[in-house]
């Protein structure tokens, strides 16, 4: 497909048979390929399956052609439409740049993705994962729609979940942690008393699975302080695994053991809410068999 082109459906059916019938110049293997190079969108939003149902009145959208390595991401997209592209970001990559690195980060994928698609379509980073984190990660593709995830951001996010592996066994099958966190000049969090300069984090978390002396968690943070899972697990005296800098002591992963798999977010345009899930990573399925991933 060499150019965009825009189609209108009259009645009810599902896709592939629907652009079967309409794109009459391509052979049925091609308009295939079109769907599993996500060159197919129905009312703004990338659809791959040949079943999805299509009804009266909706847009069917078929992308221009991308030049070869520039269409696809080195990593998985878990959601897109016209307005958000949410990915699952590797473990050892920058959300974007800082004043070490700006060209290797997921910012600068992504753009370079939305792109090469829509040319002088610009790309907005909606919140971070540190760089040793892994798990779902929300983009805009404008301005407003990024300002009005961001500027309502504790209002619109009913859960953020992320998956942590532990060293050795939590003091509770589930529980909550609450302290304030200061930051050092060095940059290292840490608990302790209420003060000027102090901010409050909550988190809460249950134990799922142990396996040789590890503990797998799922934990939800009530507040997006830096750091605090970090920390309020070191505090549990269980830190994460391959977390050096606050206190582990074993690294099975070969990576910080951290990865947020789960944020339900109410879309500000629609108000209907998202749930956005990031399987659980290879590495921690194999510290965990059985874990679903």
Known sequence: MDERRLLTVEEETTLLPFLLLRVKD???????????????????????????????????????????????????????????????????????????????????????????????????????????????????????????????????????GYAAAVEGTLPQAEGTVRSWLHETSTHLVYSGPKGRNAREAVTRYRAVMENRGYTLAAVEIDTGRKNQIR?????????IAGDRQYGARTDPM????????????????????????????LPFRKLFPGAEG
């Open 26 to 160: 391509k052979s049925r293997n091609t308009v295939k390929g079109l769907l599993s190079r996500r060159q197919v969108m129905v009312d703004g939003r990338v659809v791959t399956r040949f079943d999805a149902p299509l009804t009266p009145g909706q847009r069917v959208e078929l992308l221009p052609k991308t030049s070869a390595g520039a269409a696809e991401l080195p990593f998985p997209i878990l959601y897109e439409d016209d307005g958000l592209l949410v990915v699952d970001k590797p473990a050892g990559l920058l959300s974007m740049g800082n004043e070490k690195e700006r060209r290797r980060t997921a910012y600068r994928a992504v753009s370079d993705y939305v792109k090469a698609r829509e040319p002088g379509r610009r790309i907005f980073i909606v919140h971070r994962l540190d760089r040793d984190t892994s798990g779902v990660l929300v983009f805009a593709k404008d301005e407003k729609l990024k300002r009005a995830l961001q500027d309502n951001w504790e209002k619109l996010v009913k859960k953020r």
């Open 254 to 281: 070969g990576r910080l053991a951290l990865h947020a798999d789960v944020l339900v977010l109410t879309d500000p345009r629609t108000r209907k809410e998202l749930t956005l899930r990031a399987p659980l990573p």
């Open 231 to 239: 920390v309020h697990m070191q505090d549990l005296g269980c830190p």
